[in-house]
């Protein structure tokens, strides 16, 4: 197992870190990770010592603090419970889950990275967790036994490794990355989020010093328009997260009430478009304020900046980048220019994909909407919409997959050579996710002969990537837009 450490002053502080998370999971597998984590955290003895975890995209972490003795017995009761996970706390844990997982906010940052990355690799993270309640403990033993080896592991320390640390982990070897493929090819591109509270923009960008300074002149520049000049916006925000060695994902943000949101895309615009052009006097600014938190009077204590180089390092680990310290990076930063971070920008907008409200007007620079179709229609049987004439959508089913037909003559299609996952109720219902996130819903109350249809869909799907989600509420079941006078006067008028 790869281990390091600094040597920062008492309490001993450690975290574990494996390469695999949400990431390397498909969508009817997604959550046996975080089932796993939550049943060795189970397993521990409430001593009341700080100790915790989570699971990310590329990586599974336990994070403890205390003396040695304490951070060595965490350390190894987690590797014994990953090597031996107990079926007395599966169903539990299960619950929990659940509840975690019905209480969790929205995330636009997750659902941008779903737009982008359909129902694989990063775009899971804005999936839900399906693989929870479906799995058996086999399965999770079987992820367990090929994931959490010691070759896939990191171990990071705050002081020199004790004596007595002793960690036990089948061998295997690092877990590499999946590619980062997107799913959308022209760009720039938008869609619809009503849910996100106002307009964000999401790129995928390189990992370089420049990065650092555009996102301290972009937050600048959107809270100085949006919330002190116009008063649109009360909390805009910009995020950076890795995804690779390489590649980062980049976030500019602004909120705001809902009466207002078309005039906040405007503005948003304004400071989106106007970022292509940056003076050094701006770079310089942003340079010193980042200064300040690094180096200066706002920088944290020497011994949790050391700790905070050790987690970094860990997670380069993981992601596959050669670790830089802390000063290598400043003094790079100190070395960046307006046209180090012009370039940038051009990177931001050649890889912009914009969240938008739904009332907003269409603006150039969005670009295309990222819901065109990308496969063609299926050929097959052909059903009618319950309620036709009045609603002219079609339904095409066959043993390539099932399209929706709507009147426009655009579609929506989900192939089974394509499927990630085909989630069905007890009332007939199926909900057909294609790996680029695309969903095909069919509600046999919606269609002529429905319960055949889904049926005979439900029956072309392979066995393993079906997913029983049970009854639902008698009010979730929709019914005909439409009454039979209606669609008897409607075949009147049409002919």
């Not at 019905?102 to 990355?117: M, Q």
Request: proline share 6%.
């Amino acid at each position: 197992m790869t281990t390091i450490w600094t040597d920062a002053p008492a309490p001993l502080r450690a975290g574990l870190l494996f390469r695999t998370g949400r990431i390397d999971e498909t969508l009817v597998t997604a959550g046996q990770t975080h089932l796993i984590e939550h049943m060795v955290l189970s397993m521990m003895s409430d001593s009341g010592r700080d100790q915790n975890g989570f699971v990310g995209g590329a990586v599974t972490a336990f994070f403890t603090m205390g003396q040695p003795q304490e951070v060595c017995g965490f350390l190894a009761d987690v590797c014994n419970g990953l090597t031996a996970l107990r079926s007395d706390r599966l169903e539990g844990e299960k619950q929990v889950l659940a509840a975690e997982n019905a209480a969790r906010p929205y995330n636009l940052y997750l659902n941008l990275l779903t737009w982008r990355y359909g129902a694989v690799g990063y775009g899971l993270m804005g999936m839900p967790e399906l693989g929870i309640q479906r799995s058996t403990l086999e399965d999770l033993r079987e992820r367990s036994e090929q994931r959490f080896i010691d070759g896939n592991a990191i171990l990071w320390l705050s002081g020199p490794p004790p004596a007595d640390l002793h960690l036990r982990l089948p061998h295997g070897t690092r877990q590499a990355l999946p590619a980062l493929v997107s799913v959308e090819q022209a760009f720039p591109s938008w869609f619809v989020d009503d849910a996100c509270g106002g307009i964000a923009a999401g790129a995928t960008v390189p990992r370089v010093s420049a990065a650092t300074i555009f996102g301290e002149i972009a937050y600048r520049r959107l809270r100085k328009r949006l919330r002190t000049m116009e008063a649109v916006s009360y909390a805009p925000s910009v995020s950076y997260e890795p995804l690779n060695a390489d590649t980062a994902h980049l976030v500019l943000y602004g909120d705001s009430d809902r009466d207002r949101r078309a005039e906040l895309v405007n503005v948003f615009g304004d400071v989106f478009n106007g970022l292509r052009k940056v003076d050094e006097a701006e770079v310089e600014a942003a340079r010193k304020q980042i200064s300040e938190h690094w180096t200066g009077a706002l920088a944290p204590p020497r011994a949790d900046l050391m700790v905070l180089e050790a987690k970094r390092a860990a997670m380069d680990w993981i992601l596959g980048r050669e670790f830089e310290p802390a000063d290598l990076n400043y003094a790079q930063l100190q070395v960046v220019s307006a046209g180090d971070v012009e370039t940038f920008v051009h990177d931001v907008e050649a890889t912009a994909m914009f969240a938008v409200p739904g009332k907003a007007a269409v603006q150039p620079w969005f670009g295309k909407p990222a819901w065109l179709p990308r496969v063609p229609v299926v050929k097959g049987h052909e059903a009618i919409c319950v309620d036709a004439p009045i609603r002219r959508e079609r339904l095409v089913y066959g043993p390539e997959g099932v399209s929706v037909i709507f009147p426009d003559s655009s579609h929506c299609t989900v192939r089974y050579s394509e499927l990630a996952a085909a989630l069905y109720h007890d009332d007939g219902c199926v909900r057909l996710v294609g790996s680029d996130a695309v969903t095909v819903v069919v509600e046999p109350t919606l269609w002529r002969n429905g319960q055949n249809i889904c049926r005979s869909i439900r029956e072309g799907v392979p066995e393993h990537l079906l997913v029983r989600l049970g009854p639902r509420p008698a009010d979730a079941i929709p019914k005909p837009r439409t009454t039979a006078w209606q669609r008897f006067r409607a075949r009147l008028t049409k002919h």
